[in-house]
């Protein structure tokens, strides 16, 4: 499903160092997400977006931000990126409401050496 | 709390026999329940949602409220079938929690 695109796909940086990962989408919905995944944790929600003055913290937010600059973008960032940050990152929308889903973009890839 | 326990973290089968993924889940209100798949290095995607009760690629899933219960099922595996599952539970907050998913590997 393009129409939830991140960029980068993959990236590779050293610790302290600032990154943002931004997320796109033309399917027009007012819900973003941004999630990590580890290996036997599953996905976990690090922040989310309603519209674009709502910018609400998840599970796991601290040393992350965000910023949503439009209904179709909203970006996630690293101040001083820390190696436990090593992660697969995804972006995810949902148009709201009973029994709707989330879609998902292809993920960032994410080294902190 | 909102929870969603996937018990095994790998399930192993041979092609053609049946599959059960196991999803359990603790929510005191109207709950959402989703199957999603990721195969190998891709985004996830929707499988399935329990308010469609619908069939996507042989599998089904039925909500069970009494044992809050959404096990995710096919009769018979194909090898195209090894991904990884998570299910996920919404409700009134317009948020998804994952559950740390299954491992489905079919054997040819």
């Known amino acids: 499903d393009a129409d939830v695109t991140q960029t980068p796909r993959n990236r590779i940086t050293k610790t302290g160092k600032r990154i943002m990962l931004e997320c796109s989408q033309t399917k027009g919905h007012d819900r973003m997400y941004w999630y990590r995944q580890d290996p036997g944790l599953g996905l976990r929600l690090i922040y989310y977006?309603?519209?674009?003055?709502?910018?609400n913290k998840g599970e796991i937010s601290d040393g992350y931000s965000v910023s949503r600059q439009a209904q179709a973008k909203f970006s996630l960032s690293l101040e001083s990126a820390i190696p436990n940050q090593t992660a697969l990152y995804f972006c995810?929308?949902?148009?709201?409401?009973?029994?709707?889903?989330?879609?998902f973009g292809d993920g960032t890839r994410l080294s902190i050496l | 709390a909102q929870r969603v326990t996937q018990p095994e973290k790998l399930l192993s089968v041979f092609k053609g026999a049946p599959v059960e993924l196991k999803c359990n889940y603790s929510?005191?209100?109207?709950?959402?329940l989703f199957w999603y798949v990721q195969y190998s290095r891709q985004r996830l995607q929707l499988l399935l949602r329990h308010i469609s009760r619908e069939s996507i690629k042989g599998f089904t899933a039925d909500l069970n409220k009494g044992e809050t219960s959404f096990h995710l099922k096919k009769p018979f595996a194909q090898e195209e079938d090894s991904a990884m599952y998570y299910c996920?539970?919404?409700?009134?907050?317009?948020?998804?929690?994952f559950g740390t998913g299954t491992r489905l590997q079919v054997f040819p």
């Open positions: 977006s309603f519209d674009v003055k709502d910018i």
């Open positions: 995810a929308t949902s148009g709201g409401g009973y029994g709707q889903p989330q879609h």
């Open positions: 929510y005191s209100g109207s709950p959402e």
């Open positions: 996920a539970l919404g409700g009134s907050t317009d948020k998804l929690i």
